[in-house]
T-cell receptor
Framework: DGGITQSPKYLFRKEGQNVTLSCEQNLNHDAMYWYRQDPGQGLRLIYY???????QKGDIAEGYSVSREKKESFPLTVTSAQKNPTAFYLC?????????????FGPGTRLTVT | KQEVTQIPAALSVPEGENLVLNCSFTDSAIYNLQWFRQDPGKGLTSLLL?????REQTSGRLNASLDKSSGRSTLYIAASQPGDSATYLCAVSSGTYKYIFGTGTRLKVLA
């Protein structure tokens, strides 16, 4: 089965700790994305990567970091510098090219920081 | 700056009713528009993708239309069922890798 997996489904951390969220895809997509979803708000783009070893900041990148060492994997680290890290995090992927690409999403990770 | 609006924020309808969900965007220079479904606590499931050169797309009981000049898209759901209850989101891409999402319409279909 092709798709996107995110782990874990629920994550709990103490304030001040860094935490890494996993995202893996076997769709052979070049582009991958991280979004954050808060109640009553639309999805907001954190980081995206068009190709291995390259990534770009989205609209709300402060307090987050990513790496893209493999095509299949795009982990997101939520650092202690992120002021409001509690949220639902969604990873997506797509085939790049001329804007006519469809985004596919993983099941999400709900992060709670106390 | 592209902004995407979905109205209403919530909708309740009896089973069997045909319904229309609305999505408006401020910049008509889009490459495509995608409609998604999201169940509580889950990821997004792609329903329909409309390219800028298309006027509509259909999948089963779903039909999405696009009017770029007026900055509007509608998602038509025929013969609604309780299983259609979910949040529906639209997102537009203006030719970069970035999608701009609306805040969604929360639909409840009553049995």
């Amino acid at each position: 089965d092709g798709g996107i997996t995110q782990s874990p489904k629920y994550l709990f951390r103490k304030e001040g700790q860094n935490v890494t969220l996993s995202c893996e895809q076997n769709l052979n997509h070049d582009a991958m994305y991280w979004y954050r979803q808060d109640p009553g708000q639309g999805l907001r783009l954190i980081y995206y990567s068009q190709i291995v070893n390259d990534f770009q900041k989205g609209d709300i990148a402060e307090g987050y970091s990513v790496s893209r060492e493999k095509k299949e994997s795009f982990p997101l680290t939520v650092t202690s510098a992120q002021k409001n890290p509690t949220a639902f995090y969604l990873c997506a992927s797509s085939i790049p090219g001329q804007g006519h690409y469809e985004q596919y999403f993983g099941p999400g990770t709900r992060l709670t920081v106390t | 700056k592209q902004e995407v609006t979905q109205i209403p924020a919530a909708l309740s309808v009896p089973e069997g009713e045909n319904l229309v969900l609305n999505c408006s965007f401020t910049d008509s220079a889009i490459y495509n528009l995608q409609w998604f479904r999201q169940d509580p606590g889950k990821g997004l499931t792609s329903l329909l993708l409309i390219q800028s050169s298309q006027r509509e797309q259909t999948s089963g009981r779903l039909n999405a239309s696009l009017d770029k000049s007026s900055g509007r898209s509608t998602l038509y759901i025929a013969a609604s069922q309780p299983g259609d209850s979910a949040t529906y989101l639209c997102a537009v891409s203006s030719g970069t890798y970035k999608y701009i999402f609306g805040t969604g319409t929360r639909l409840k279909v009553l049995a």
